[in-house]
Each structure stands twice: as C-alpha cells, then as structure tokens.
C-alpha cells in the first residue's frame, strides 16, 4: 500500500476485521435503510437508493432525527425515478427542518442525473457514483462498500473517532486524515458493506463522543487508547475559532384575515429557494430597520439562530396590514407546516405568536 510522505509503515496499526464483523452480525442496528448481516448472507442486496438517501440525510443530522424525513420520503417517493419526477419545492417542503439546504437541492438533482443519464440505477463504483451532483468521497465510498462491497475505506466522524482512539493520534484527526483512511483502507474485508456499517456501529454505540464502553469492544485488545487508561482524551479537539455574529430584520406581516406573507429566497446563497418571511439582509453589525413599508409595526423580540459558519440575531417586527410586497404570496396560518420554512424562518413565526 502506498504511503505518504509522513506516513510510516509502523503507524498503521492492524484492524481485526474478523472481530469487528463477529461483533456486528451480533449487535448490528436497526436502520429502516439497513439490510441486516444475517439478511446480507442470505443474498439480500441494500438498496441503492435507500442507502443513498440516508447517507445525505445523516450529512450533519443524527440518526434520531433523520427517521422520520427518509420515511416521508420513501413514502412519497419509493424509487429514485418517483424523486426526480417530483417538483423540487414539493423536495424542499419535505425537507424542511432538516438543516443544510444544499442537500436538498442537490438530492433532487442527484435524482434526476441517475435517471436522465444511468438508466435509473445508480453506478457501482465510488469512482463514478463521484461523478454525480451532492456526492463525493465518503457518500460514494459508503454507497459503492455498503451495496456492492467494493473494498474502499469508509471514514465517517464515527470512525475518525474509532481511530483516533485506537492509534491514540496526538493531533486533531483533520491532521492525520491520510494515517485514518490508510488504517482503515487496510483492514477493508470482502464483507466490505458489513464492516463499513460496523464501524460506523462501534463509534455510535460503543466508542461514542463521550464515553468508551471498551470492555464490549472488539478493538480493545490492540487500542492504544485503551491503554492509556483515558481514551476518551481522543480524538484532541481541534482549536475552535470564535463564530461571528452576524444580524439583521425580519418582518412578519400578518393579513386581517389570518394570512401570513412569505416569499422565496433568491437561487443561490445561504437557504436557496427556501421559504422566508420578508427581511433586510444579514450584516456584520446591527443596522438601523428599514421597514417595508409604514404603518404600526412593533418590534416583538429576537431570534437568535446559529449556522455552520456564523451566529445569527435577527430582531423580529409584526404588523398587521393588507400590503403585499412585490413577491411574495399570502400564506394560510393553518397550512404553514405545507410551506419550505427552514427552522429559523419557523422561529420567526413563532416570535410574532404565529404557531
């Protein structure tokens, strides 16, 4: 295997496959996109479609939370072709309150490519399962191990974790990314999609943020982590930069009738084609409101709301009027769950007594 050039041949340490699989067909979850090991020996084949969904999905979601959006979705929309020939809004609708919009913007595409150019049926490799919109090493790693047993590495936050403690890394792991996926690029068995599944397993259940149930774990006999009597001390955290803060209006406008007026973000940008109310633009120091239009506005409170790369505090004004603005449309109160809103447009709503 090749190496890099601060890579020494020593550093990476043997993974006992065989002990990580006997303790997965064991102990393995129960995922709704899962094909359990005893069915995998029977010659049951994961699905690509579910596999690939549920791995967007858990891009920066746990798995508690993403349950119920992949069951509305594999209700709605069983195949991948169903999923292409759905309106992206209707996506984005479904979508909502998942957090990290792109992914839904790009699952929609992803969807379209695999019928517009394969057929329908997502390719086998993780090189050209690469090649499709939303998907780069770790989804298509993951879907071409899990479904096809290609013998690729799969390093998922999990994982890094896993190795982090078991080679004990004396640095952040975003700095020995090589030595991870080397570590576990060599122990990659033919059962290639049980043991990508199971490691993922060992570092939710077993190896997990804050604990190290090392007794139960397969790895323990050859973990440095675990003889340093304090494996929890890895992964070393990273040095953290302090977020800005970044702030801005949002303007609730309430018709006398009941309705709501909302509009569509622009295409590109932070919560693209998303669903918003109307608001001024986010800044780096807090502005002086420029409201929409005049009338008896108050100011009701804040909504504080923090992003990947930022915090942000909008300060929320309501008004009761008749006045729509250039784009936009009237929202019934009653039927906001069917609109796009995002969770911070939700806590919008809710600021100004909107439920």
Known sequence: M??????????????????????????????????????????????????????????????????????????????????????????????????????????HACATAV??????????????????????DYTSSAIAAICHDERVAVVDGNVDRVIARYLALSKPVREEKPLVRATVQNAVPGRAGDFAQAMMDLGATICAPRRANCLLCPLEPDCRGTKTGNPVAFPVPPAKAEKPRRHGHAFVIRHPDGKVFLRQRGPKGMLAKMTETPGSAWG???????????GDWRAVGEVNHTFTHFHLTLTVWSITADNPLDEGWWAEETMLDSEALPSLFRKVLKTAGIR
């Open 2 to 107: 090749a190496q890099t050039a601060s890579m020494q041949h020593s550093e990476i340490s043997a993974i006992d496959a065989d002990a990580v699989l006997d303790w997965y067909d064991r102990h393995a979850r129960d995922l709704p996109w899962r094909v359990s090991p005893a069915d995998r020996a029977r010659g049951v084949k994961p699905n690509p479609y579910f596999v690939w969904l549920s791995e967007i999905m858990l891009q920066q979601t746990t798995i508690a939370a993403v349950r119920k959006y992949f069951a509305a979705f594999t209700r709605l929309w069983p195949t991948v072709q169903d999923l292409a020939a759905a309106p992206l809004d209707d996506v984005l609708v479904q979508w909502a309150g998942l957090g990290y919009y792109a992914r839904a913007r790009n699952l």
């Open 115 to 136: 019928v517009v150019h394969h057929g329908g049926v997502f390719p086998t490799t993780a090189a050209a399962l690469r090649d499709l919109p939303g998907i780069g």
């Open 284 to 294: 780096d120091v807090e502005s002086v409101v420029s409201l929409p239009f005049s």
